[in-house]
């Protein structure tokens, strides 16, 4: 793809003052108005919609969970001290939400591998099957990591879980996801992601010391962005999606919770992760289930017959740039609420920087199957999809360290092999 901005010339033009100025107007009402859809949004969740009615049967389970588990005494206690105690002399203590997710599992077992205290929270929501998750957790089980059931939006389970253990770092990974199903149910988007961030955020500033936050953002903040490749010095005020809204809602809560009370954040833009133990919301992953089944698959097309294409990331470098982030993650500044200097903030892209069109996609996927696929080409849908996506890394790999070192043939391939060994004709196995 071609890098489509171009430098003024000098002398070529003047831009009168008055244009400019209603053009900067018309900016600022826009904005305005983005952020007050979001913040209107926010409190229409929190006062007129019950958790209840964002996921009913996962919730009425949570609310079950949560009168018949006892999240208090000693058993309880013992098994988060245990999960969260770093076995290393110098590991970190961290609470991983969201740890039976995609992502979640997978930084969640590397950082116990190593060495480091972790202690997982997640709510095991219906958006996907919630048995995928329940597999996530048996493995994460096995090398000693406790999922703590619950919610990040409820503050008498995270006030318990501070009180247990001085988490030296949060890796804050629950959120809604994807950018389709914002259309169906934006309420859960921002009872997740804006409400459920400031949750995490309020406890860690109060929290004495407090911990350093690691947390995920989006490429899909990029949004309408024509200038390739993304960069973190890109403009993010087009948002093409209420995810990609209130991912961007996020990176400026982050900013005022570092301003105002001192905490350390670092804000990760992933770009489409893929591998094995995937979300099955995700193409690489349908794509291979209808491949198998037979079914016709749709391939999209942008404007004008143009190509859509992704910043395939294979999950293993996405791990290593989490770690990396938590790594160099400097110690907060404030304690107990209270800023007492300047504390560190940052947004890095992790992407793989080598975008591929869908459709190469669907042809690794048809080598690795031995099957054709049926393929069904048709426009994109006006649903929040843009229709590329471009990691500039070059921020990460100097400040991180962070080189991926997947191609997309190699990792298609590394989950094709966990795909076939987990749905077993047609059945789940936990191999």
């Known amino acids: 793809m071609k890098h489509i901005d171009s430098p003024s010339t000098p002398g070529k033009f003047k831009m009168e003052k008055a244009p400019y100025n209603r053009l900067r107007l018309q900016s600022s009402i826009a904005k305005l108005t983005f952020w007050s859809f979001v913040f209107v949004g926010m409190i229409f969740v929190f006062f007129y ?33 245990q999960s969260a105690k770093p076995r290393s002399r110098h590991g970190m203590s961290v609470l991983v939400t969201g740890a039976a997710g995609f992502v979640g599992t997978h930084v969640s077992a590397s950082l116990k591998r190593r060495g480091d205290g972790v202690l997982g929270l997640d709510n095991f ?18 090398s000693g990591v406790y999922i703590v059931e619950g919610d990040i939006n409820d503050g008498e389970l995270l006030a318990k879980l501070f009180d247990i253990v001085p988490f030296t770092h949060v890796m804050h ?5 994807g950018v389709r199903f914002a259309m169906e149910n934006p309420s859960s988007y921002v009872h997740s992601n804006i409400a459920g961030l400031v949750s995490v955020l309020e406890f860690c500033k109060n929290a004495n010391p407090q911990p350093a936050i690691v947390w995920a953002s989006s490429s899909s903040v990029y949004g309408l962005n024509t200038k390739v490749p993304f960069s973190e010095r890109d403009r993010t005020d087009q948002p093409a999606s209420l995810y990609a809204a209130t991912k961007k809602a996020g990176e400026e809560i982050a900013h005022t919770y570092n301003h105002i009370y001192g905490l350390s954040l670092t804000g990760l833009r992933f770009f489409t992760v893929y591998g094995p133990w995937g979300r099955p919301d995700m193409a690489y992953f349908f794509f291979t289930r209808d491949i198998l089944k037979g079914k016709s698959i749709p391939i999209f097309e942008a404007v ?4 859509v294409a992704r910043d395939f990331t ?3 470098d996405i791990v290593k740039g989490c770690l990396a982030a938590l790594d160099t993650a400097e110690k907060s500044t404030g304690s107990g609420g209270k800023k007492t200097g300047p504390a560190q903030l940052r947004v890095y892209n992790l992407g793989n920087t080598s975008p591929v069109p869908v459709g190469d996609l669907v042809s690794i996927l048809e080598k690795l199957l031995k099957v054709k696929a049926k393929r069904l080409v048709m426009k994109m849908p006006r649903n929040g999809d843009v229709p590329f996506t471009h990691a500039n890394i070059s921020l990460a790999e100097r400040e991180l360290g962070y080189k991926p070192t997947t191609d997309l043939h190699t990792g298609l391939k590394k989950f094709v092999q966990w795909y076939l060994s987990y749905y077993v004709d047609g059945k789940k196995s936990t191999r």
């Open 49 to 81: 919609r019950s958790p209840s009615s964002l996921y009913p049967a996962s919730s009425d389970l949570s609310r079950r969970s949560l009168r018949t588990s006892s999240y208090s005494g000693p058993n309880f206690e013992k098994k988060v001290r």
């Open 125 to 142: 929501n219906s958006y996907y099957d919630p048995s995928l998750k329940r597999a996530r957790q048996t493995l994460l089980e096995r």
């Open 173 to 177: 990974l629950a959120a809604q996801a």
């Open 314 to 316: 294979f999950i293993e």
């Open 304 to 307: 004008n017959h143009g190509t």
